[in-house]
């Protein structure tokens, strides 16, 4: 769903940076969780789950790496 009329003077920020801030913790968030999916998955030694859980966990560390990068440098720090 897209709203035609942006919502930054509700938040403070515009909807594209606050966009980009919640996608990085999105991402944050998903690793950790695939931590603990990880943890299960070795447990019941399932591999094919855990390789699963592995690359998802390393894609959200990247995801989130990229969202960090471009919000510093559209953020001044």
Do not use: P
Not at 16 to 21: A, G, P, R, S, V
Request: hydrophobic fraction near 35%; charged fraction near 30%; glycine fraction near 8%.
């Amino acid at each position: 769903m897209v709203s035609s009329t942006e919502t930054g003077d509700v938040t403070g920020t515009k909807d594209k940076d606050y966009n980009l801030i919640w996608f990085v913790e999105a991402c944050l968030s998903n690793a950790l969780r695939m931590e603990s999916y990880l943890q299960d998955a070795e447990r019941a030694n399932d591999t094919e789950v855990v390789e699963l859980f592995r690359k998802a966990q390393a894609d959200s560390r990247k995801g989130a790496e990229l969202g960090k990068q471009l919000l510093r440098s559209r953020l001044g720090g």
